[in-house]
């Protein structure tokens, strides 16, 4: 059991990334659509590329929904209008009429016409209510079909224009007087009818829309049917028409048949193989070619969950709706991975997440294309995030390429702009924008993860911090030494490509350490006088070589990341304190040369070790006595030859070649240091 949990304990680490392969595999899996894929790729207006197709089962054609919207929308326009109906208003009216003509109209005039103008007057009012006055006006057609009810019980079926609205009362009157000759009235019964009409029908909109909502449930989805083994399409044919719709059909029935109860299991586990031949490809990745990265379990972790993260943004806008596919901002995963690592890592993460995305999305070789491109131009322009100017030229770059990119295919898919819908411009354009959240993003997860990036680098390359100005302070010569180190390192690092901004900063934290005893250091020595005169050389090497445990502990203390940290272990590799073990050998041959020895690790990366070179030979060049271009050569060949030979370079990722390149830039620094002039031959 003991041995068991030992080796658990020894490759914990393995069965960490293990796990973590497993979920996300299952977490992506669950993310995506629960839908089958149809296997035939096509487009309207487009050739059929595959075979000629037979219809694999029975299966009903789809109204398109342009067809079924015109549907809606005819039942919509030609369904009743249903209006209640108040028969006692009319009664009430009439009783109210009667009562009041009287004292309207005085006794002047004779009873026979008295009698006629009151019958008048009545016929007015029943054509009034013979369809009904309606409450409120409504904008509906005057040949729309209405229905009134009286309580539940239908009572006729007219138009819309045969209703009343108030404001025709008036005019109503004035028309029926001045056709009976009865004009001079006119304004007697207007005053009249004013104060008795009142209006007894309204709208019943519940009672419309339910009849309208049943209309729409009768809609039929469908037009007809294909019979298994009939021709749907030949290899060549254009895809459009009836073909089309035909084509779309089967598709629609093909994916709700394969997601079925018997196959769900089958094409899940489907689902699952290609996602974690995805993963395990990125992994392979990060074994062969990134190995620091996969031997850290936390990058390894970040790695994942960045891709997590954009496939569930894009899933959940696909479940949504799919039309805003390109708002989700893509390219901002190769962006922070390229601030956190370097721009091939950034680049193949990408275009495997892509490779995800695209079983999932409509029109998925477009969409692939489009992102994968537009990767390739966010690794090839951001060249120095940290520079908010270049940030906003490759997000602009970036947009300008989705729009080409889109309207090329557009133009190749329906043959002219005409139709070409605008707004998808807008989306790429607001996927732009998303696209700069990732520097908050970036902040985010470096508090979250623990990583530091180039925008991190560039404030604690500030001489400004407090670390710095209390090792300037406390070591001033040691501070000037670190500001030679890191402008030479910077050199050296642009000019074989490594990371400039991550060297600068690890040449100036290297020697923090020597705060602890800055007086045992001889650049900060400006008395004269040397305290490792009254000390045995174990324990001036030893004084030495512990700046380099002191410098982790106050970094640490001081919570530089530890991509910084380790340029302090790694600056002295395990190299020997030759001065002083050379004393100690004087007094006794059979010293142990370990005892004199840095704790290392060695250099593991490009820039740890073109720190390494640059602050030997910046150290060194103090102790050059009338430095000439010759001397100046020949001193920084033996010290970097020196450090090969001793194997310090050996788990570096350093060429030969690059080492050569430093040299140059280290002896073209140090002649402009000392202001050497070229040795013309005699």
Known sequence: MKDFINKLYRNHALIYKVLLFISTTFLIVYLFPKSGKFKYNFERGKPWQSENLLAPFDFAIKKSDEEISIEKQAIAEQAPLYFNIDETVKLKVLRAYDTKFSSVFNDSISQVKKNSLKTKGREILNSLYDFGVLVDDYAFGERRLVETLSGNVKKQNTTYGNLVEQEEVKSIIEKKFINAGLEEYTNSFTSLFFDIVEPNVSYNKSLTDKVINDELGKISYTRGSVEKGTLIIS???????????????????????????????????????LVALALLMLLLFLRKYRIEVFENNTKVTFIFFNILFMVFITTLVVNYNSEYLYVVPLCVLPLVLKAFFDARLGMFTHVITVLLLGSIVPNSYEYMFLQILAGIVTILTVSELYKRANLFISVGQITLIYIVAYFAFFVIHEGSIETIDWTTFLLFILCGLATLFVQPLIYAYEKLFGLVSDVSLLELSDTNTKLLKELANTSPGTFHHALNVANLAEASANEIGANAMLVRVGALYHDIGKMVNA???????????????????????????????????????????????????????????????????????????????????????????ILMMCDSVEAASKSLKDPTSTKIDSFVENIINKQIDEEQFLNANITFKEIQSIKKVLKHKLAN??????????
């Open 673 to 682: 240091i000392y202001h050497l002039r070229i040795e013309y031959p005699e």
């Open 519 to 609: 007086n045992y250091f001889t650049e900060n020595q400006s008395t004269g006088i040397n305290p490792h005169d009254d000390l045995s050389p174990r324990e001036s090497a030893r004084i030495i070589t512990d700046h380099v445990i002191n410098g982790i502990e106050i970094a640490k203390k001081n919570n530089l990341p530890d991509r910084v940290i380790d340029f302090i272990r790694t600056h002295h590799g395990t190299s020997v304190v030759y001065y002083f073990y050379r004393k100690a050998k004087e007094m006794d041959e059979e010293i142990n040369p370990d005892l004199f020895r840095y704790p290392g690790p060695k250099p593991f990366s490009k820039e740890t070790a």
């Open 235 to 273: 290899k060549g044919e254009v895809v459009e028409g009836d073909k089309f719709q035909k084509l779309k059909s089967l598709q629609s029935e093909y994916e709700s048949q394969v997601w079925n109860e018997s196959n769900y299991n089958w094409i899940l586990f489907a689902y699952t193989l």
